[in-house]
Structures are given as C-alpha cells and as structure tokens.
C-alpha cells in the first residue's frame, strides 16, 4: 500500500518547480518586453504592459542566426552519430567480453571525461591548426570527441552489463557469430540506452562553447552559443535579442526531451536497477 503525498509535499514540489523554472522565465519575459522595460526600474517587472516581438525578427534580421542553428545542428548530429557508433563497439567489449585491462580502460576512459576544456584546448587547437581544419565541421567534430565518446562509453558500459548472459550463450549454441549476436540481440535490447546515451550527447555537443569558440572564428562556421555570445556590440549589449535567440534555442531541446521522455527514463532506469 502506497502512501499518500501530503499538502508539505506539493509545496516543496512547487518552490523545486519554480526555482529551476524561474531563469527560463525571466529570460521568456525578458525577451517579449520592448527595448525601455530591459533597464531601469521596470526591468524588474515580471510583466509588461506593450509584449513585443521585435527582438526575435531581429535575432533572423540583423544576424545570421539560420546559420548559426545550422552549424550547430550539422554538428551535434554528426558528433552524436558517430561517438554513440563507435561506443557501443567499445561498450559492448568492456561489458560482455574477458579480457585484461577492462578496469584500467574504463578508468582511463573516466579519467579522459574529467579533464578540464582548458587544460585541453592548446593541443587540440594545434592539432587542428597543422591540419587546416579551423573553420569547418570536421574541426569541432573530432573535438567534441574527448567529452562525447567517454560520456557514451561510460554510460552505454552500464545498459550492456544489464543483458543476460545468457541470450549471448543460446546464440552461441545457435551458431550466431559474434557480430551476428550483437546486431540482432544485444544491440536492439540496448535501444533504451543508446537512445538516452545519444540525447544527452547531443545536449553537451549543442551547448559545447569554449572549442566552437576558439577553433571556429569565421561567421560563417560559428555555432549557436557563440553566435548569441558575440551579439554584443563594443558599447551596448542587446540583451532583448540575447533573450530571444536563448528562448528559440532552448524550445527545440525542451520539445524533443518532452516528446522522448519515457524513452529517457526508461533507457536511465534500465541501467540502474541491479537484479
């Protein structure tokens, strides 16, 4: 028999609500509020009296910003394709086969995540540099790969480890090779993980800042966080485009987590539970 939330639960679920919703809705209101509201007393007004969207046609007016959601997209979608590729291979090695040395690789494998963009950033921009990759697609991509393959790695390593062993064995018997039983049994019965791994990849290449900005400086190859971090001008910050290039951002991730959450959930609970 379950136990009824009481009313101090709801409250405490309100206030937790609120507070993690209460930057994305100042930077909502923010962005609908004409040019005079942004500063002085009414600037902290939740409200305004005239909503405008004169902010937002000039997001896609005055900057190349389809261009930006372009690159970005370009991107995210091909870093994300490629790592989770690559780290099913390797994830699926780690957990189902015997070998040596399967702790020292998931160690190094974690140690790799915990390095800092900055402690990183000089090499690797040499690396590109020397291979004339500045300015292009290829030149974030293989960046991206120091955080996106450990992070799939490590949490694809976790959704394996849950399959029985014993489907391997009755394939075996079955005379499956073993590529033959990991596309057609293991792989499909990973799906949840694969799909949660490969979003939440997606998020960090989207967001990733401090490579797109120092690798890529041409206009024509920068990503979404740098194109909204280089709207300021040399004296004024147009903080109402700011607000709505974040705002038209942030929509497309929101909407895909929320049309994709029982798989999220189920691809995170799958990997939890120790049976």
Excluded: C
């Amino acid at each position: 028999m379950t136990k009824k939330a009481g009313p101090l639960f709801y409250v405490f679920l309100a206030l937790f609500v609120f507070f993690v919703m209460f930057p994305f809705l100042w930077v909502l209101l923010s962005s609908i509020k004409p040019l005079s509201e942004l500063f002085g007393d009414k600037a902290f007004d939740w409200l305004t009296s005239h909503p405008t969207l004169k902010s937002y046609v000039s997001v896609f007016v005055n900057y190349p910003f389809l261009r930006y959601l372009w690159n970005s997209t370009v991107v995210a979608t091909i870093t994300t394709v490629y790592t989770v590729f690559v780290a099913a291979f390797a994830a699926y090695a780690i957990a189902r086969l015997e070998f040596k040395g399967k702790t020292v690789i998931l160690g190094l494998v974690l140690a790799v995540s915990m390095f800092p963009q900055i402690a990183t950033i000089s090499p690797i921009y040499m690396f590109v540099k020397k291979f004339g990759l500045t300015n292009s697609y290829l030149g974030l991509i293989i960046p991206y790969t120091t955080f996106a393959l450990p992070l799939s790695i490590w949490l694809l390593v976790t959704f394996f480890r849950k399959i029985p062993f014993d489907l391997e064995e009755a394939a075996k018997m079955d005379g499956a090779t073993p590529m033959q039983t990991y596309f057609k049994i293991i792989l499909p019965l990973a799906v949840p993980g694969v799909f949660t791994t490969s979003i939440l990849v997606f998020i960090a290449a989207w967001n990733e800042f401090l490579f797109a900005l120092t690798i890529n400086t041409a206009e024509t190859y920068k990503t979404v966080p740098v194109g909204i971090a280089m709207f300021q001008g040399q004296y004024t910050i147009p903080w109402g485009e700011i607000s709505a290039a974040t705002v038209v951002v942030t929509i497309p991730l929101v909407i895909m987590v929320l049309l994709f959450q029982r798989r999220i959930v189920s691809g995170l609970t799958s990997g939890s539970v120790k049976e």
